[in-house]
């Protein structure tokens, strides 16, 4: 991962894998979708109730990962510091982790950092181009 701030312009760039990986999750989850709801068009409930209840559920879940990509995630590469409200760090399993939160409500996310000290080298790095924590 690799980030740039271009001073100039206020410019915040960031180079990973993330969006990428974000487009690769919506598109899988769109497929699925897709395949469940044929599934679920030629499928007969009468003979098949279990089969028919477990796909519904894959459907909707696919429907709310879709949901939730689009609606509170960003996986932009440029950000302008204006629309960056604080960098936001949260514990998930055992493991701290840190997130961009954004003035529209989306968070953009930082899955690469391995350990503490990269982790704490690169909260240095975006307090030092004027992100505070949130």
Do not use: C
């Amino acid at each position: 991962m690799q980030l740039e701030f271009n001073k100039k312009t206020q410019e915040l760039t960031i180079k990973d894998e993330v969006p990428m990986h974000s487009w690769l999750i919506i598109s899988l989850m769109l497929i699925n979708g897709i395949n469940m709801g044929v599934q679920l068009y030629l499928m007969s409930y009468k003979n098949n109730e279990t089969l028919f209840v477990f796909m519904f559920l894959l459907a909707v879940v696919s429907v709310v990962v879709i949901f939730y990509y689009v609606v509170k995630r960003s996986w932009k590469s440029k950000h302008l510091l204006n629309e960056i409200e604080g960098i936001e760090t949260r514990k998930a399993y055992g493991r701290e982790r840190v997130f961009l939160k954004l003035h529209n409500g989306k968070r953009r996310s930082f899955p690469v950092l391995k350990n503490e000290k990269e982790l704490s080298d690169f909260k240095k790095t975006l307090t030092s181009m004027g992100i505070k924590p949130v």
